[in-house]
């Protein structure tokens, strides 16, 4: 069946440095969502995409989708305390949306 | 709307009890989704409904557990009886479309003794 993989599984890094989480899919997607789950809440969704190559940008979050449409990456610059918690990839296969394991992001003041 | 609702927020149990976990979708809804999340395994689908109708359910781990959609704004997830191991969040989400971004609920924290 259809696979997501999410790598790192843990990132740590100093506030104000980059970070970047990456996801794989063993299928190709119809398209790839991300969702931030802040500690001790639900995920919730940030950004879907559709097209091969899309990159989409939220302020400091930069989304990628790639060319094959099996991977993609979330970038975030200049890291800040906000930006701790877990992030998700999800992948749109044929049927339904799988979930990756996801990043958790912590972050040193 | 309030998105998302679930109730209750937390359950302990002892093994063996039953567990009925509730959830409210976002009025309009067509897509309702049962997920359970661990340290372990993560965050896992084990159900999802379309138009009340369950689609997949092979996520589901054992005959333990079973879902049920009455109508458009009800979903339960029942677990009979209850282990250990079935310690963990549960959350429901719902979405307009399958392939749309989904609202996940507050989710119920289960722990079973």
């Known amino acids: 069946g259809q696979q997501v993989m999410q790598i790192p599984q843990y990132q740590h890094v100093q506030e104000g440095e980059d970070f970047t989480t990456y996801c794989n899919s063993s299928t190709t997607l119809s398209n790839i969502q991300w969702y931030k789950q802040r500690p001790g809440g639900h995920p919730v969704f940030l950004i879907q995409l559709v097209k091969s190559g899309e990159v989409k940008k939220q302020k400091r979050l930069t989304f990628q989708f790639g060319e094959a449409k099996k991977n993609s990456s979330l970038h975030i610059t200049a890291t800040q305390t906000t930006d701790v918690g877990t992030y998700f990839c999800a992948g749109q296969g044929a049927q339904k949306l799988v979930f990756g394991q996801g990043t958790r992001l912590t972050i040193n003041p | 709307d309030a998105g998302v609702i679930q109730s209750p927020r937390h359950e302990v149990t002892e093994m063996g009890q039953e567990v009925t976990l509730r959830c409210k979708p976002i009025?309009?809804?067509?897509?309702l989704f049962w997920y359970r999340q661990t340290m372990m395994r993560g965050l896992e689908l084990l159900i999802y409904?379309?138009?009340?109708?369950?689609?997949?359910d092979s996520g589901m781990p054992e005959d333990r557990f079973s879902a049920k959609m009455p109508n458009a704004s009800f979903s339960t997830l029942k677990i009979q009886p209850s282990e250990p191991r079935d310690s963990a969040v549960y959350f429901c989400a719902s979405s307009l479309r399958d392939y749309n971004e989904q609202f996940f609920g507050p989710g119920t924290r289960l722990t079973v003794l």
């Open positions: 009025s309009g809804h067509d897509y």
């Open positions: 409904f379309n138009n009340n109708v369950p689609i997949d």
